[in-house]
């Protein structure tokens, strides 16, 4: 029962440590996608736009 408990303590740490990582490096995120949209052309043009309009919303969040 505790290797269960002691798993679960570090999954949780692992999630909060990684959420941390992407709430303080989105800008280099959100490029890594744009790099992703760029390479694969098969999204269709909505797509990259609605894409575009939710990256101009993210970035513009203050932490």
Do not use: G, P, W
Request: some cysteine; aromatic content about 14%.
């Amino acid at each position: 029962m505790s290797e269960v408990i002691i798993c679960m303590l570090f999954v949780f740490y692992m999630l909060k440590f990684s959420l941390e990582f992407l709430k303080t490096n989105d800008v280099m995120v959100l490029d890594i996608i744009d790099r992703y949209m760029a390479t694969h052309k098969q999204h269709n043009r909505m797509d990259m736009i609605d894409n575009n309009y939710m990256r101009h919303e993210y970035r513009n969040i203050r932490y």
